[in-house]
C-alpha cells in the first residue's frame, strides 16, 4: 500500500514537470508577409501638368545700391524690410523625361508692404527612379523671371529669382503634393524725385532694392 501511494506520488511529480515544461515552449505565430507595391509618381503618357498652390515668404534682409550717372559712383548700404509676406500663383509644366519638368508660372506676391505680380521661369529636377515602393520622390528646383510692381514708388518691372529644394508626394493617381522650401531674391527699383532738393537729375540715378529671404511652399500637381 506504502508503495502505490510512492508511485503515484511520483508519476504527479513527473506529470507536473512535463506540464510546466511544455509551458516554456515559444511557438512562433505566423505573421502575414506585407505586400509590395510599386507606385508610378509619374503618367509619362501625360506630358503636360496644371500646378497651383502658395507659400511663405520670411524676409531676412535688403540691400539697396545707389549708382550716380553724373558722378561716375555707387552707394551701397543695408536696409530692413518691414515684414515678411506670401503669395499663390498657377502655372503650367512640360516633362521633357522621367527626371525634368519645365514650364511657367504666375501669381501675386505680397512681401514688405508691396503688392507684385512675378511670372518666372520653373525648372525642377527629379532624383530617383519614376516607378519604386515609395510615394515619394526628391527635387531640386529653380525660379527665374521678371516681376511687376504695382504703385507710384517703385517702377514697374522688376524681377525675382529662387532655388531650393522639395519633396513629391503622390496622392493619386493623377494628383500630386510638392513640398518645397528655398532662397528668394526679388529686385526692385524706387522711384524718387530729387529735382527741387539737391542738384541731380532723378532720370541719370539708378536705384535698386534686393530683399532676400526663405521661402516655403506648398503646391498641388495634376497629371
Not at 37 to 57: A, V
Amino acid at each position: 500500500m506504502q508503495m502505490k501511494k510512492i508511485l503515484m506520488l511520483l508519476v504527479v511529480v513527473f506529470m507536473c514537470g512535463a506540464v510546466a515544461e511544455a509551458q516554456n515552449i515559444y511557438i512562433p505565430k505566423y505573421k502575414k508577409k506585407k505586400e509590395v507595391r510599386d507606385y508610378d509618381l509619374e503618367n509619362m503618357e501625360r506630358k503636360w501638368t496644371i500646378t497651383f498652390g502658395g507659400g511663405f515668404d520670411m524676409a531676412l534682409g535688403m540691400q539697396n545700391r545707389i549708382h550716380y550717372k553724373d558722378y561716375n559712383e555707387t552707394v551701397k548700404y543695408d536696409g530692413r524690410p518691414e515684414f515678411s509676406g506670401g503669395g499663390a500663383f498657377v502655372g503650367y509644366g512640360y516633362k521633357l523625361g522621367q527626371h525634368v519638368v519645365t514650364g511657367v508660372e504666375s501669381g501675386f506676391l505680397f512681401v514688405d508692404k508691396m503688392c507684385m505680380w512675378p511670372t518666372v521661369g520653373t525648372l525642377k529636377v527629379f532624383y530617383g527612379p519614376v516607378t519604386r515602393q515609395h510615394r515619394t520622390r526628391w527635387f531640386n528646383y529653380a525660379h527665374l523671371g521678371p516681376q511687376l510692381y504695382f504703385g507710384k514708388s517703385y517702377k514697374t518691372i522688376g524681377a525675382v529669382a529662387s532655388a531650393g529644394v522639395g519633396m513629391r508626394l503622390l496622392m493619386a493617381k493623377t494628383t500630386k503634393v510638392d513640398f518645397q522650401v528655398g532662397y528668394r531674391c526679388t529686385l526692385r527699383r524706387p522711384e524718387f524725385d530729387m529735382m527741387g532738393k539737391y542738384e541731380l537729375d532723378a532720370k541719370n540715378i539708378n536705384y535698386q532694392q534686393y530683399i532676400h529671404g526663405i521661402y516655403v511652399g506648398l503646391n498641388f500637381v495634376l497629371f
